[in-house]
C-alpha cells in the first residue's frame, strides 16, 4: 500500500518524503522480525504475507479512482500505523512475559517507528486537507 501511494503522490512531496522514510522502515521491521523468528526456529507465514500484499493492493486500487484518494490513504495509512504499532506492542508483552529479552530492542524500535508514521499523519492532515482543498477549487488534480 505505501510503495502504491509514493507513486502517484504528485503535490505532497512531505508526505512523499514521509512515505519513502516509512517504506525504508517497513523493510528493516521485517528483517528485525526475520532475525527474531529464525532466533526462534520459526518461520514467516507465507499465506499471511500473500494476504496482506493482496489486500494492500486492493485497497490502493480502491482509492486510487476516488477523488479524494490522498485523503482516503492518509486515513488508512493512519489506522494501519496504528494497527500494527498495537500488534508490536502484543509482541513485545508476549517477549517480556517469555523472558525474550534479546526481542524487546527490536520490537520496541519497530512499534515507535509506526507510532510516528501515524504521528506524523495525524500532525499533518490540516496542511494535506488544506491542499487538497485548494487544488480542487482551482480545478486542478487534487487527489494525488
Not at 486515513?75 to 508476549?94: D, H, K, P
Request: aromatic fraction near 4%.
Amino acid at each position: 500500500m505505501v510503495d502504491a501511494q509514493i507513486d502517484r503522490l504528485e503535490h505532497y512531496p512531505k508526505l512523499k518524503e514521509k512515505l519513502l522514510e516509512h517504506r525504508r522502515q517497513k523493510d528493516a521491521q521485517l528483517q528485525r522480525l526475520e532475525t527474531i523468528l529464525d532466533r526462534l526456529g520459526k518461520s514467516r507465514s507465507a499465506l499471511k504475507d500473500t494476504a496482506m500484499s493482496t489486500m494492500g493492493a486492493i485497497s490502493s486500487a480502491t482509492t486510487a479512482m476516488a477523488g479524494d484518494e490522498i485523503l482516503k490513504n492518509c486515513f488508512a495509512t493512519c489506522g494501519l500505523a496504528n494497527f500494527e504499532a498495537s500488534a508490536y506492542e502484543t509482541l513485545i508483552v508476549f517477549a517480556d512475559a517469555a523472558g525474550d529479552v534479546e526481542a524487546l530492542q527490536p520490537l520496541r524500535q519497530s512499534e515507535t517507528e509506526e507510532r510516528a508514521m501515524a504521528d506524523f499523519i495525524r500532525q499533518n492532515l490540516r496542511e494535506i486537507v488544506l491542499l487538497f482543498l485548494t487544488l480542487k477549487t482551482q480545478d486542478r488534480q487534487a487527489s494525488r
